[in-house]
């Protein structure tokens, strides 16, 4: 079965330091794993995302993660939070690319 | 750059009364979606459909909800005889390709059952 558990519904950061957002995921086969970030009254955009090849992804915006098998984690870091960052946090596994799992999210709040 | 588009944004409804969800996918898009989040919980997934049938559903998708692609642009959720714990925001995505992994999601419709 697929699941996706993300440590912290809430994180706070002082503006100018490393983001850090937790996602560890459960996954039968390789799975495909996401990051998605919600602003208000906004859909789901895609930020990165995993399938095959390099464990460590880039996407938009600065934001990186990197899959780590071992540890059955995807955690996404930014090194230096932008108060524009504010906004809710999604990881996602999905095995087919066909229906994804999403986690309770992650809300960042960047403190200046 | 293109985007999914729902509407309405927000939709408050009576107990009992059946709601349509609605939502335009990418033009050139072949695989549709309906998500749910209730406040609070995960985004959970509903149902997807491809070829003008439903490919996959959740156990959340029983007989009160059904999807309709009726003009080959629109992608409707209806809910029949909706009951208050049906009250969430509803997401709608759409995908290019089997072999496309990313899914693009629209901005969602929030519906409150009174």
């Known amino acids: 079965a697929q699941s996706v558990t993300q440590l912290g519904s809430h994180v706070s950061v002082s503006e100018g330091a490393l983001v850090l957002l937790r996602c560890n995921y459960s996954s039968s086969v390789p799975p495909y794993l996401f990051w998605y970030v919600q602003y208000p009254n906004q859909g789901l955009q895609l930020l990165l995302k995993?399938?095959?090849?390099?464990?460590l992804v880039k996407g938009i915006n600065g934001f990186e993660a990197e899959f780590k098998k071992s540890e059955t984690s995807f955690h996404l870091t930014k090194p230096s939070a932008h108060m524009s960052d504010a906004a809710e946090y999604f990881c996602a596994v999905s095995e087919t690319g066909n229906q994804f799992y999403f986690g309770t999210g992650t809300s960042l709040t960047v403190i200046p | 750059e293109p985007e999914v588009t729902q509407t309405p944004s927000h939709q408050v409804t009576q107990m009992g009364q059946e709601v349509i969800l609605r939502c335009v996918p990418i033009s050139n898009h072949l695989y549709f979606y309906w998500y749910r989040q209730i406040l609070g919980q995960k985004v959970e997934f509903l149902v997807s459909?491809?070829?003008?049938?439903?490919?996959?559903k959740s156990e959340i998708f029983d007989d009160q909800f059904s999807v309709e692609r009726p003009d080959g642009s629109n992608f409707t959720l209806k809910i029949r005889s909706t009951k208050l714990e049906d009250s969430a925001m509803y997401f709608c995505?759409?995908?290019?390709?089997?072999?496309?992994?990313?899914?693009?999601f629209g901005q969602g419709t929030r519906l409150t059952v009174v």
């Open positions: 995993y399938t095959t090849g390099a464990t």
């Open positions: 459909f491809y070829n003008n049938e439903i490919s996959e």
């Open positions: 995505a759409s995908k290019g390709s089997t072999f496309n992994t990313e899914a693009f």
